[in-house]
């Protein structure tokens, strides 16, 4: 196998630009509503491997997943979502929730998330430990923390031991996995992480 394990399917409604949605001839109506209803279908494919669904946007009739891969209960699914109704189906359908922010990462910014998705899971009747965390940000590993766009906060910075120290602090609110972005966008920033990779191993 490829990922030995390693892959994770990931998964969102998407808040994109309407031009991303447009050259792929993707609809702009009804999110939410047409995701809810592609994340039953994927759902019960991976885990059972077939499916019979109709909905109002998406229809699987009869429906077999042919080969089914060498995961007997389907290959994990990530879900992305910041809002209760999304939360919602990560609490059902997901084995991972996923949040992202572009503004400065902090706990204080995830700690509610956190909480919210807890909420969710025992909306469903799911225990909220059965549900893995991570999230993604922006880490400038280097001297340059100035993104340059428009609305983007500070990314997580300072010496190796400052950043492997805040990366840290995120599994103190039960985070199991940091996706980091690395800014900028250099072999320099790719090089510059090492020593933080380094400190959180010693930490």
């Given amino acids: 196998m490829i990922s030995d394990?390693?892959?994770?399917?990931?998964?969102?409604?998407s808040s994109g630009p309407p031009e991303e949605y447009e050259s792929f001839g993707f609809p702009q109506d009804h999110l939410y509503?047409?995701?809810?209803?592609?994340?039953?279908?994927?759902?019960?494919?991976?885990?059972a491997g077939e499916c019979d669904f109709e909905g109002t946007f998406s229809q699987a009739r009869d429906c077999v997943l042919r080969p089914r891969g060498?995961?007997?209960?389907?290959?994990?699914i990530a879900i992305g979502a910041s809002g209760p109704k999304m939360m919602r189906l990560a609490a059902r359908f997901a084995d991972e929730w996923n949040g992202?922010?572009?503004?400065?990462?902090?706990?204080?910014?995830?700690?509610?998330m956190v909480e919210e998705v807890d909420a969710a899971c025992r909306g469903v009747?799911?225990?909220?430990?059965?549900?893995?965390?991570s999230v993604d940000i922006i880490?400038?590993?280097t001297a340059v923390t100035d993104v340059g766009i428009p609305g983007f906060g500070t990314p997580i910075h300072g010496t190796p031991a400052e950043i492997a120290a805040q990366l840290a602090a995120l599994s103190d609110i039960g985070i199991a996995e940091v996706h980091a972005y690395l800014w900028?966008?250099?072999?320099?920033?790719?090089e510059?992480?090492?020593p933080v990779l380094k400190a959180l191993d010693a930490a």
């Avoid at 509503?33 to 885990?47: C, D, K, M, P």
């Avoid at 400065?104 to 700690?111: L, Q, V």
């Fill in 100 to 112: 992202l922010t572009f503004g400065t990462p902090t706990i204080e910014h995830f700690a509610p």
């Fill in 139 to 141: 880490v400038a590993p």
């Fill in 70 to 76: 060498p995961r007997p209960s389907g290959l994990p």
């Fill in 125 to 133: 009747g799911r225990d909220p430990a059965t549900l893995r965390r």
């Fill in 5 to 13: 394990g390693r892959f994770v399917l990931g998964l969102g409604a």
């Fill in 33 to 47: 509503s047409r995701f809810a209803e592609a994340i039953e279908i994927v759902s019960n494919l991976l885990r």
């Fill in 192 to 194: 510059a992480m090492a």
């Fill in 184 to 190: 900028p966008q250099s072999t320099a920033a790719v």
